[in-house]
């Protein structure tokens, strides 16, 4: 089994991209945010939740995909984006604790993981998601938080063997067609 785990900035068209795949393919897909019975909730639903609820949700991603019994299986977001996230809140003991999260779900997990980083800058993220600037209700709609998940994100995937870079600032028909091709030569 192969997990094909999207990850990027708000915006980037992951979800909309696994959606298309899975309904062309034919492929079963985990969404983005599971709630404790593993149903779907959207992330909008999700303020104020701790991390560990994100932790577990990834948790959850992971053993479900398993579950599923599936050659491939495209889920929306994994653990590189909760650990991203905890990156934002600007606090040490927090951003361990991510780090520590993570690890033990990639090592707990450790299926055939594909990591497909959707890369957009931040500019295109707020106009994607037509953010309201600053709103202090969704952290988002900040610049300096897409900001520094974007060096997250860079910082992460570039030294892993297991990630395929898209240049998300392209044409949607584009990136769609390139990754159908990645899914049917590669793990097909």
Same mark, same amino acid.
């Given at each position: 089994m192969v997990l094909i785990i999207f990850e990027g900035l708000p915006g980037a068209g992951k979800t909309t991209l696994i959606h298309q795949l899975s309904k062309e393919l034919s492929l079963p897909t985990i969404e983005e945010v599971l709630d404790q019975n593993s149903g779907s909730l959207l992330p909008g639903d999700t303020r104020g939740f701790s991390e560990n609820f994100f932790f577990n949700s990834d948790r959850l991603k992971y053993?479900?995909?398993k579950r599923v019994g599936e050659k491939i299986v495209l889920i929306d977001r994994g653990v590189f984006s909760t650990w991203a996230y905890n990156s934002c809140l600007n606090n040490k003991?927090?951003?361990?604790k991510a780090k520590n999260n993570a690890n033990l779900i990639l090592k707990k997990y450790n299926y055939d993981c594909i990591y497909v980083y959707i890369k957009i800058d931040t500019k295109t993220s707020l106009v994607r &998601?037509? %953010?309201?600037?600053?709103?202090?209700?969704?952290m988002w709609s900040f610049k300096k938080n897409l900001e520094k998940t974007k060096e997250f994100y860079?910082? &992460?995937? %570039?030294d892993i063997d297991n990630v395929i870079i898209i240049d998300g600032l392209r044409n949607y028909n584009a990136v769609l067609?390139?990754?159908k091709v990645i899914l049917l030569e590669k793990f097909t």
């Open positions: 053993s479900n995909a003991d927090i951003l361990e &998601k037509k %953010k309201k600037i600053n709103d202090s209700f969704d860079d910082n &992460k995937f %570039k067609k390139e990754l």
